[in-house]
């Protein structure tokens, strides 16, 4: 009893700090006060995994205080991010009924008649970078921004208030199907605190407000569908998630095998009618969710504002960085509209090597690819932001590779960029954090590769 009590209070003890720490994160931190940022970031991850391993048996309690950390930020606005600014313009726009794919801030702003509440100050918010391009956010992402716009639609912080709301319920939601996800796949439970009570997740999706906690709600309840048997449902769920944001894309030729070899209770062809009623769900319900706004102009707007994360935006890359300075020294100049050209070829091509060449038609090895893959596409892309890291971290925890735990660390040396007000990166630190991310990836996957051969041996 009395060593019980010793950890107990010592549980208190640290949640205090967190506390305070996310206190200081929501309320008293500027973006360009990196020294701040950095104390708080490491201090919050070294607290958060003693509390993790000191209470990892008793999982109502650490629910409890994932939510009440969450709950802290209710009425903060977005310190490390501008995007929810944008967020707030859309939904408002469509409330008044304009299609908010098809004009652009400035435009509104620079004739004078914005008909929505607080242009002016949602634009200066959102910055002129954002402003002056077209929305790229789905339906589903633009219906929670409506739901903000129905119950705040002249007030900031409210919105604000109702799009924290509804992430956190996301996070709920993924806590819950993760958990029963977890136990299915007979992984321990605690695992899911990972990133449920990773600060990274709390700052970057509770705290700054980015939707990628609800895109991964609707993964993570898709997997479990699907290791029930519930294939439509799993496809109808994927689709959400594609809805909210475009990435889980990706994922789809990597459910080839899940279907075709994973479902060995049914002839080869039913299989394969499995599979083309899973993709035809995920297609057709995705397009009928953008059926509202479909048209030439949508189209053209989309993808151009699509095509600038790959031939325009730089931002906390690796690769292509290289092959940028290797273009610089050879070339001249930044050959970024070239390369931007080739690299997601190349993502691409990564995508079908891990379609057809490795095994993966249980559950645990498909979320084991999706991590490959996704991580693949991130080591190649022009633009890393820090919130990106969510989607392979929420799946690291159902398999054996703990590199997105680490990144999800590391990714702090990203906002070195916003120490000077004119945004310059500081490519040392860049060069730190890809080297320790490389680093581990490769350790595991040599390890997690040999272990896999010495199991084909000996069985």
């Not at 400035?106 to 929505?116: C, R």
């Not at 690769?319 to 001249?332: A, D, K, L, S």
């Not at 931007?340 to 993966?360: A, D, E, H, S």
């Amino acid at each position: 009893m009395n060593e019980l009590w010793k950890y107990n209070k010592f549980s208190i003890l640290l949640v205090f700090i967190c506390t305070i720490f996310y206190w200081g994160f929501a309320y008293q931190l500027e973006r360009i006060d990196f020294i701040k940022m950095s104390a708080l970031w490491v201090g919050l991850f070294f607290i958060s995994y003693r509390i993790i391993k000191i209470n990892s048996g008793n999982i109502k309690l650490l629910a409890g205080i994932a939510l009440a950390f969450r709950i802290l930020f209710l009425f903060a606005i977005p310190n490390l991010s501008q995007d929810f600014y944008r967020f707030i313009w859309d939904g408002r726009m469509l409330l008044e009924g304009f299609n908010p794919y098809l004009s652009l801030p400035e435009t509104w702003i620079a004739e004078g008649n914005a008909p929505i509440a607080q242009a002016q100050k949602l634009y200066n918010g959102m910055g002129t970078l954002n402003g002056s391009h077209y929305t790229n956010y789905p339906p589903l992402s633009q219906f929670c921004y409506v739901i903000a716009g129905v119950f705040s639609g002249n007030s900031i912080l409210g919105a604000a208030i109702v799009l924290r709301l509804l992430i956190i319920l996301a996070d709920i939601g993924t806590f819950f199907f993760g958990r029963k996800l977890l136990q299915m796949l007979h992984i321990p439970e605690h695992r899911i605190f990972w990133y449920i009570l990773n600060p990274f997740v709390i700052i970057e999706l509770a705290g700054n407000l980015h939707f990628e906690a609800v895109m991964i709600f609707f993964i993570i309840w898709s997997l479990y569908l699907l290791q029930k048997g519930y294939w439509y449902w799993a496809a109808m769920a994927l689709a959400f998630s594609v809805s909210v944001k475009l990435i889980p894309l990706l994922f789809l030729p990597l459910f080839f095998q899940k279907f075709i070899t994973g479902f060995n209770t049914s002839k080869l062809k039913y299989r394969f009618f499995k599979l083309i009623g899973f993709y035809s769900i995920v297609i057709i319900t995705t397009v009928l969710l953008f059926t509202p706004f479909l048209s030439a102009e949508f189209i053209a707007n989309f993808s151009k504002t699509i095509s600038l994360w790959f031939q325009n935006f730089e931002f906390n890359a690796s690769i292509y960085y290289i092959i940028r300075w290797i273009g610089y020294q050879t070339i001249g100049w930044n050959i970024i509209g070239t390369v931007g050209k080739i690299l997601p070829l190349i993502v691409i091509g990564i995508l079908l090597i891990l379609t057809f060449f490795r095994k993966n038609k249980k559950t645990s090895e498909l979320i084991t690819v999706m991590v490959i893959g996704i991580c693949s596409y991130y080591f190649l892309s022009t633009t890393v932001h820090p919130w990106y890291i969510a989607v392979p971290l929420s799946l690291c925890i159902f398999t054996n590779y703990r590199f997105p735990i680490w990144w999800s660390f590391l990714i702090i040396c990203s906002y070195t960029a916003y120490i000077n007000l004119d945004f310059k990166e500081n490519l040392w630190f860049v060069a730190l954090e890809y080297s320790i991310v490389f680093g581990i990836f490769i350790f595991e996957v040599l390890k997690n590769t040999s272990k896999v051969s010495l199991k084909s041996i000996y069985t």
